[in-house]
């Protein structure tokens, strides 16, 4: 058994309190949450079953993904009128250049904070 596996294989929770696996071995009966929501189920309340882990090599820490039981999952809640009219004025505010003030069809880049003809021409100006 590899050091990493051995790390992540914890299926009592002696060691993280709740049982844990490695990544991909989880039993059947638990799913994430997005596993869940490919499902049309969410976790409803219920609490946290166990979790998966993975050793990340590259960044020296581990990423950790949640499992909940699928028999206790609840179906998602359908989405109502009010919450598809906020939805849109959520996505029209991220698509509203705060510069120009226009809507450019596409969400605009946090990096930025501007669309792009506004940083074109703000290039413009400082060459």
Do not use: H
């Amino acid at each position: 058994m590899s050091g990493a596996f051995g790390k992540c294989f914890d299926p009592t929770g002696d060691r993280y309190g709740i049982p844990t696996y490695p990544w991909r071995l989880a039993p059947d009966g638990l799913a994430t949450r997005r596993q869940l929501r490919e499902r049309g189920l969410r976790p409803g309340g219920q609490p946290i079953a166990a979790q998966v882990m993975r050793v990340n090599r590259r960044a020296g820490g581990v990423r950790v993904g949640y499992l909940y039981r699928v028999d206790r999952a609840k179906p998602v809640r359908p989405m109502t009128s009010r919450k598809w009219g906020a939805l849109a004025l959520a996505m029209l505010a991220r698509r509203t250049c705060p510069r120009c003030r226009l809507d450019v069809g596409y969400c605009i880049p946090r990096s930025y904070g501007i669309c792009g003809m506004c940083i074109v021409t703000e290039e413009q100006r400082t060459t």
